[in-house]
Each structure stands twice: as structure tokens, then as C-alpha cells.
């Protein structure tokens, strides 16, 4: 197998691969088609299944010249160290990278998953986000 250096520990790249796995596990058995939240559910249950740690529905405020603007929800995070965005679109566009970054500044965490189930194979559904 071919490995690309990454600039990431090699602990946090084996629990982003195995995140990844719960996520292909998740497509596997549900397909494309449906909501984000069914998608989000299922995966938080096969993240469980794996013994991965997870915070579903994360809340982190957000600030703006000192002041608290409001509270930000984040799909999933993984041990306090990967955001995962679940999507289900037509296909995943700039803004949603965007909004991953923004995700990952408000949660202090270096690295994203953006995960788009709504396609045939899921490895064609994920992008990973890198602050």
C-alpha cells in the first residue's frame, strides 16, 4: 500500500483511518440517499460498536472583539482531536471545506473529515480538512 507522508501523528492518522472505516461500514449497509442525521446517528452508533471515543452534536461558542456571538454545533467530534461533518449532496463544493475550516478554528482541532454520503462508493464522498 502506497502511504503519503503526512504532517499528523501516526496515532492520529490510525484513528482517522479507523473513523473512516465506521463510515464506510455505515455506507455499506444504508447506501446513498438519505438525510444527514440518519447518516450521523448511524455512524455515532458504529463509532460505539468500534470503542471510539465521540461527542456528537458538539457545541463551542464563537467569538467575535471579545464577544460571545453564539454557540456552533458540530456534527461529530472524535476524541476531542477530528471533526467529522456529515453531508448528504450532490456533491461536496468549496463552501463546505470552508465550513469545515471554520469548524476546526472554533473547535481548536487540526484535523477535519468531511464526510458526503450521498454516492456510490464512499471514498469518493470524503475529504479530509487540514488546519
Known amino acids: 500500500m502506497l502511504r503519503i507522508h503526512s504532517e499528523l501523528s ?18 455499506r449497509a444504508l447506501g446513498p440517499g438519505l438525510l444527514e442525521a440518519i447518516y450521523a446517528r ?3 452508533l458504529e463509532l460505539t460498536a468500534q470503542s471510539i471515543p465521540y461527542e456528537p452534536e458538539k457545541s463551542f461558542p464563537v467569538h467575535y472583539r471579545g464577544k460571545l456571538l453564539c454557540h456552533q454545533r458540530l456534527d461529530l467530534l472524535i476524541a476531542k482531536r477530528i471533526v467529522v461533518e456529515v453531508k448528504s449532496v450532490e456533491r461536496l463544493d468549496s463552501v463546505h471545506v ?6 476546526l478554528h472554533v473547535a481548536d482541532v487540526r484535523l477535519g473529515l468531511l464526510i458526503n454520503f450521498n454516492v456510490p462508493i464512499l471514498k469518493y464522498g470524503i475529504r479530509r480538512v487540514i488546519l
Open 42 to 44: 448511524a455512524v455515532a
Open 98 to 103: 470552508a465550513q469545515v475550516l471554520s469548524y
Open 10 to 27: 501516526d496515532d492520529l492518522e490510525r484513528l482517522a483511518s479507523n473513523v473512516i472505516g465506521c463510515c464506510v461500514t455505515v455506507h
